[in-house]
Nanobody, 123 residues
């Protein structure tokens, strides 16, 4: 089982910035994590991928909609905590943001989700 705690959301005007944090924990998680990522779900829409960071080398990857504005990062390979720096926010970025982990040997992201953190961007 994996526990995920997201924080850092809030209300911001368009063009503003926020920094989200996600702390993941679980038995031996640090040994088995292949990647960690951010997802978001806007009202009335399905959850969508935002960004992920590969654990072996810290390589990031972004959805087209956020590339160039958002930056995913981590402290180090031993700490299962990640961040999402969001700059130049747009009203379409309004959503609940979630993080998740992808473990080695698994074909998909884990089935566990935290409570998420609300990001609201006003125009």
């Amino acid at each position: 089982q994996v526990q995920l705690v997201e924080s850092g959301g809030g209300l911001v005007q368009a063009g503003g910035s926020l920094r989200l944090s996600c702390a993941a924990s679980g038995r031996n998680l640090g040994v088995y994590v292949a990647a960690m990522g951010w997802f978001r779900q806007a009202p009335g829409k399905e959850r969508e991928f935002v960004a992920r960071i590969r654990w072996a080398n810290g390589e990031p990857y972004y959805a087209d909609s956020v590339r160039g504005r958002f930056t995913i990062s981590r402290d180090n390979a031993q700490s299962t905590t990640i961040y999402l720096q969001m700059n130049d926010l747009e009203p379409d970025d309004t959503a609940v943001y979630y993080c998740n982990v992808h473990r080695y040997g698994s074909s998909d992201w884990s089935p566990y989700w935290g409570q998420g953190t609300q990001v609201t961007v006003s125009s």
